[in-house]
């Protein structure tokens, strides 16, 4: 006798470990689809992250890197170097830097989310369109779920 659909469901903690399991070996695939350069994937994502965020503070940068701030300042140094990150003065303190990406550290970004976004394209296009249509739903309950 077979097994109910509902007998088949994952629990939502199994559910969990599924989903998470399988989002963090996806993004690991498409952060390897990335134009091969002379960023590391340090400076890469702290290259994104002034970018989605227009401009930070290096405090702010290595908190949303969850790096330690001397290990930031490296990857910020070596970003400036290219060419790809510029620091201004803060508008209130001083004391502080802004740091944003260059139009050189826009192109440079821009490139790499075009690799990863051909990558993932070219793996949907081998899918058929009801895996299609099922991940465009569960794309949208992701963002959902992401949102909180």
Do not use: C
Request: positive net charge; glycine residues 4%.
């Amino acid at each position: 006798m077979g097994r109910s659909v509902a007998a088949e469901r994952e629990t939502p903690e199994q559910l969990a470990k599924t989903l998470r399991e399988a989002i963090t070996r996806l993004n690991r695939r498409v952060r390897q689809a990335r134009p091969v350069g002379d960023l590391t994937f340090s400076q890469l994502s702290a290259l994104t992250s002034l970018q989605l965020a227009g401009a930070l503070t290096p405090r702010e940068l290595a908190d949303t890197e969850r790096v330690q701030p001397p290990t930031m300042t490296k990857i910020v140094g070596k970003l400036e170097e290219q060419g790809l990150v510029a620091r201004t003065p803060h508008p209130t303190d001083r004391r502080q830097v802004i740091l944003a990406p260059t139009e050189q550290g826009r192109a440079v970004y821009a490139q790499f989310e075009r690799a990863r976004n051909e990558w993932l394209a070219t793996q949907l296009a081998e899918l058929a369109p009801d895996e299609r249509d099922t991940l465009e739903r569960a794309a949208r309950i992701l963002q959902q779920v992401a949102r909180g």
